[in-house]
Nanobody, 120 residues
């Protein structure tokens, strides 16, 4: 069964940076595209960025130029480097495998997420 453990969140000032990590187990990691999702309080969970097994990446418009998704297949870990953080980036960030052209999460199970709070 897929298992995701996110870490690296925290409190940061606007313009600051954070790098999130997600350790994955229970699946053949390098066979799956992976994605970072976030859930802003009161809103639906949304995709932030995705990366294929061989490293092809896509980022949602709000993340382009500020966030970068990477992965280490040897460590079964996916990362999200976030720079120039804004108040509106405050959310709980999750990872999951990505399926289909709609870039939906593959699995119904989610990790605990990692809270990112941007505040002055």
């Amino acid at each position: 069964q897929a298992h995701f453990v996110e870490s690296g969140g925290g409190l940061v000032q606007p313009g600051g940076s954070l790098t999130l990590s997600c350790q994955v187990s229970g699946i053949f990691f390098d066979r799956y595209p992976m994605g970072w999702y976030r859930q802003i309080s009161g809103k639906e969970r949304e995709l932030v960025a995705a990366i294929t097994g061989n490293g092809t990446r896509t980022h949602e418009p709000f993340a382009r130029g500020r966030f970068t998704i990477t992965r280490d297949n040897g460590k079964a870990t996916v990362y999200l480097q976030m720079t120039n953080l804004k108040f509106e980036d405050t959310a709980v960030y999750y990872c999951n495998a990505v399926c289909g052209t709609g870039l939906r999460p593959c699995f119904d199970t989610w990790g605990q997420g990692t809270q990112v709070t941007v505040s002055s």
